[in-house]
C-alpha cells in the first residue's frame, strides 16, 4: 500500500518484507516476539467499523470507523507512541441512503471506509511524527 511507504518515507526509516507473515498476537510482548528482526513496529489495528443512520435523518447515513496506530520498539518491548483516530461525519447534503451505501457490491460504503482509514493514516503521521523524529534521532 502507498501509505506504508509514505509513512516509512516519513519516519526516515526502512520498511522490512516479512514475506507475507502476519502474526496473530496483538500484545506487545508477541508483536515483539514476532517481529524481532526489525527495531521498530507500526502496528495499526481497525477498532471498529459500521454504518448507521442519523438519528434526525433516518433516510440517510453515516460511516464510522476507528483506528489505533502503536509503533514498538522491538528491542525493549514498549510502545513509543501511540495515536488513535475516529471518523463519524457530521449529516450533509451529499450523505448517502443505506441503498446508496449498498448498491453495486457496497461500492459507496467501501469508498467512504478507504476515505476514513486514508483521513486516520494522515492524522497518524502528524501525530506521531515529531516524537518518533526525537527518537530516531536518540537511538
Known amino acids: 500500500m502507498a501509505w506504508q511507504h509514505q509513512l516509512a518515507e516519513r519516519l ?10 502476519v502474526t496473530k ?6 508483536l515483539s516476539r514476532d ?5 521498530l513496529l507500526v502496528d495499526i489495528e481497525t477498532l471498529g467499523w459500521g454504518f448507521s443512520y442519523y ?14 496506530l502503536k509503533v514498538i520498539d ?12 475516529r471518523r463519524s461525519p457530521e449529516k450533509t447534503d451529499d450523505s448517502p441512503s443505506r ?15 478507504r ?5 486516520c493514516m494522515r492524522e497518524f503521521e502528524n501525530k506521531i511524527y515529531p ?9
Do not use: W
Not at 526516515?12 to 507473515?21: K, L, T, W
Not at 498476537?25 to 508477541?30: H, P, Q, S
Not at 441503498?99 to 471506509?113: D, H, M, T
Not at 516524537?131 to 537511538?139: D, L, T, V
Open 74 to 85: 522491538t528491542r525493549s518491548m514498549q510502545t513509543v507512541a501511540e495515536a488513535h483516530c
Open 55 to 68: 438519528p434526525s435523518a433516518m433516510r440517510t447515513y453515516q460511516v464510522a470507523y476507528a483506528a489505533r
Open 35 to 39: 517481529y524481532a528482526a526489525s527495531d
Open 12 to 21: 526516515g526509516i526502512e520498511q522490512v518484507d516479512e514475506n507475507g507473515f
Open 115 to 119: 476515505a476514513a482509514a486514508d483521513s
Open 99 to 113: 441503498a446508496e451505501l449498498l448498491a453495486n457490491g457496497a461500492e459507496r460504503l467501501k469508498q467512504e471506509l
Open 131 to 139: 516524537r518518533n523524529q526525537q527518537m530516531i534521532s536518540e537511538a
Open 25 to 30: 498476537e496483538t500484545g506487545v510482548a508477541g
